[in-house]
């Protein structure tokens, strides 16, 4: 593992077992805030947010208050907070999931908040349940902060490229069922009904998830030697796989039916920003282009009020 440095590197071979790990963590948060969250299409509202600190559910609504649960990776705690001022926090050490998931659920409980969870993982196998699993008990505190800086750069260009759409796109955001990154965009259309399939998972979640016409990209620690960035389009449209896309050492996989862009292919540029924003320029091109999206009405420039503000 390296030295700190603006795009971090870390091998995913290096903390495997820390992944897999945080990997059920973050399930067990994400589904807290499910437990309690209205829903929101696409299932937004179960997701995470990239945070000065590690990661976070945001505020969670509770009878007439709320609470949040966040991960600091910087003094490797995961802090729950309630607007009647209460706080817990359950310490991020080598540990198993079960213990993890018994000290969350007592800490919820301890301020006031009954919670009751499917408590399984999702899109995984096998899915151990989670009072059983003893089997994922890795925590490598410097290399869940690298993942977490990681994911400070992604969020941020990810940002950048979510802000020239004016039409129907998510937030940036955590989905800790595959435990990646995402921005998706919509065409404003329909979409035929997704075929499910993932593990543990019922098809009708995706029914949901993929209910639009969309183009989705993001970053998950797989894929690639330091993970890989990603895009995709739901339904796929004819010649997708084919579309030139940039930069050169992006791809078309077969396989997961995605283009993929290596991390290290970021990291290692002299301008890691510009190669990351052509690859989701490009990819989202494919989609918008092949699928004939409405262009001109779902984008636009996100300077167009600059020369307005006060200085």
């Not at 945001?58 to 995961?78: K, N, Q, R, T």
């Not at 035929?192 to 993001?218: F, I, K, Q, T």
């Not at 990819?283 to 918008?288: D, G, L």
Request: glycine share 8%.
């Amino acid at each position: 593992m390296a030295v700190q440095q603006a795009w971090p590197r870390l091998r995913v071979a290096e903390w495997a077992e820390t992944r897999d790990t945080l990997h059920m963590w973050t399930q067990i948060v994400g589904k807290v805030r499910l437990a309690h969250a209205p829903l929101v299409n696409h299932w937004w509202q179960v997701t995470l947010y990239v945070s000065p600190r590690g990661l976070t559910t945001s505020a969670i609504p509770y009878g007439a208050g709320a609470f949040d649960l966040e991960f600091d990776f910087v003094e490797h705690l995961l802090r729950i907070r309630n607007s009647d001022g209460g706080t817990r926090a359950v310490a991020l050490e080598p540990k198993p999931v079960a213990d993890f998931y018994g000290e969350t659920m007592v800490a919820l409980a301890e301020l006031g908040i009954r919670t009751e969870i499917q408590a399984a993982p999702n899109e995984v196998e096998p899915a151990i349940p989670f009072a059983e699993d003893r089997q994922h008990a890795s925590y490598d505190a410097q290399a869940a902060q690298l993942f977490w800086r990681q994911l400070l750069q992604a969020d941020r260009v990810l940002g950048k490229f979510r802000s020239r759409f004016v039409g129907k796109v998510s937030p940036v955001h955590f989905f800790w069922g595959a435990m990646d990154l995402a921005c998706t965009r919509f065409s404003g259309r329909t979409a035929p009904p997704h075929p499910g399939g993932a593990p543990n998972c019922g098809d009708w979640v995706m029914v949901e998830g993929y209910s639009r016409e969309l183009a989705s990209c993001g970053f998950w620690p797989g894929g690639g030697e330091e993970g890989a960035f990603y895009a995709y389009a739901y339904p796929e449209p004819e010649g997708y796989a084919d579309y030139p896309v940039s930069p050169k050492t992006a791809y078309y996989s077969r396989e997961n039916r995605q283009f993929l862009l290596p991390y290290e292919a970021v990291a290692d540029a002299k301008d890691p920003d510009r190669v990351l924003l052509e690859f989701l320029d490009s990819t989202y091109e494919a989609a918008a282009e092949l699928a004939h999206w409405d262009r001109a009405s779902l984008e636009d420039d996100p300077h167009r009020w600059t020369q307005h503000r006060r200085s």
